[in-house]
């Protein structure tokens, strides 16, 4: 499976990279996650647990990070196993640039995961649910986080006029979702990381 979105982010590109860099921050804002550690440098291991119709479980896995350009973009590789209820392995490109107008970061991603077991046989439209679902409730936990965390940014985007007619912004609700986005892990990151659980 492939999938590919993108977020408008009131905090600064730095910021938002530096928050996805974080294990504490992803362990917070990932759906059922309770573990993200740094095993080595560029490397972290995941464990969080899912429920996808009749198949629950706990999942253990690890994340690679590799063509590392800070504040930019990273390649993340990930596989995770669940035991009875199955394995997921992927990789995904998750991309920060400035706006084109206005202030804060857009965060980008595609990614490609293969999933087997148990979570691939309860049918490919309830797996991407849950998915889709997972990466909204990421996105959104990682907005929480951002605003608890730099309350200035948000403050400073609300105040701005709203966008014209002839010339929008972009809309701030980040609901421009195809799918981990978490990714990656979200999350990312954020997809890859959501992704995992798949």
């Excluded at 095993?39 to 429920?51: F, L, P």
Aim: glycine share 10%; hydrophobic share 40%.
């Amino acid at each position: 499976m492939e999938m590919q979105g993108s977020r408008h982010l009131a905090v600064t590109q730095q910021q938002a990279w530096d928050a996805l860099n974080d294990p504490e921050v992803l362990k917070t804002c990932i759906p059922g996650c309770d573990k993200v550690e740094a095993t080595a440098e560029n490397q972290y291991a995941i464990g969080m647990a899912v429920k996808i119709g009749p198949v629950s479980a706990r999942f253990a896995g690890k994340i690679l990070l590799m063509d590392v350009q800070p504040p930019n973009s990273y390649t993340l590789h990930f596989e995770g196993q669940g035991g009875a209820a199955g394995f997921g392995k992927g990789n995904a490109r998750v991309n920060l640039s400035p706006p084109v107008e206005g202030s804060g970061c857009e965060l980008g991603y595609t990614a490609q995961a293969q999933v087997g077991g148990k979570i691939a046989q309860v049918g490919q439209r309830l797996v991407d649910g849950v998915a889709k679902s997972m990466a909204e409730d990421f996105f959104k936990r990682f907005d929480d986080e951002m605003q608890r965390r730099h309350p200035q940014a948000y403050a400073a985007e609300a105040a701005l006029p709203p966008p014209s007619a002839a010339n929008p912004l972009k809309e701030h609700t980040g609901k421009h979702m195809p799918w981990w986005a978490w990714g990656v892990f979200a999350a990312v990151v954020v997809v890859a990381l959501l992704l995992l659980v798949r």
